[in-house]
């Protein structure tokens, strides 16, 4: 099997193809809408997103399992306060445009982008979102793997696709991962991850490094225990939510032990 390039695509291909590349073939593009519909669906269906939640608290990942309504707000603090500022940062640095990369991120795979804790999507989404995207932090994916019986497993078996050429998604993916050492790094840190049962040190993006703002913020929403120790902490109730996310405009710290 031919091997991937080592130069990503991302940094050399014109606009117009990076475009093509993340649409895919009519095919790809077909099971791209089937998984949003299913992302789409899966918001209402308490009865999967909660035996997966379940098995993550048996494991010891998380120590309570946050309503749908803090999960729901969980998920806006973590985009606007972390996720969306952290990424815009790092990828300035780099002199990437922040807004043609989400849109690459969109078109290569749309169920990725619209659940950013991803309770609501299925083992090969939450993996393909990790495979397109150089992560402040990868920890709060692998974890979250975890509530899918083969989810580590298949994680290694894809970044091995991805290093060797053969996988599917191949083309697209690497239209948007501008890090040529990325998936080599992140197949090393899985590796060790599933070894020592998930006691690895971090694996932080460079600007999560350099900024203690970010660190901070990493330490909150970086990895599934603190995550849902945050959403667990927030109001329970339509009116507190509302007031919540209507007044409080900076990340509230106090909520963090």
Known sequence: ?????????????????????????????????????????????????????????????????????????????????????????????????????????????????????????????????VLQVVHANPAYDLQLLESFPDGLGAMESQLLQILDGSHPRAASLLATVEDPDYHRRLLDHVREFRARGGAVDPMLRENVMSDARFKQLEHTFGALPNAMGYFSKLPRTPLGAARHLLRVREFPAHLVA
């Not at 993550?56 to 803090?70: C, E, F, N, S, Y």
């Not at 969980?74 to 807004?99: E, H, W």
């Open 1 to 129: 099997m031919k091997a991937a390039s080592t130069t990503p695509l991302r940094l050399h291909e014109t606009p117009l193809v990076l475009l093509r590349r993340a649409m895919g073939d009519r095919r790809k593009r077909r099971e791209k809408l089937r998984r949003l519909a299913q992302t789409l669906r899966s918001y209402g269906a308490e009865g999967q997103v909660l035996p997966r939640l379940q098995r993550l608290k048996d494991l010891g990942w998380i120590d309570a399992i946050p309503t749908r309504l803090q999960r729901m707000v969980g998920a806006i603090d973590m985009l606007r306060f972390f996720i969306v500022p952290c990424a815009a940062q790092y990828y300035r640095s780099k002199g990437i445009n922040f807004t043609f990369h989400t849109l690459l991120r969109f078109l290569d795979d749309p169920s990725s982008v619209i659940d950013p804790t991803g309770f609501n999507s299925d083992r090969d989404t939450i993996i393909g979102h």
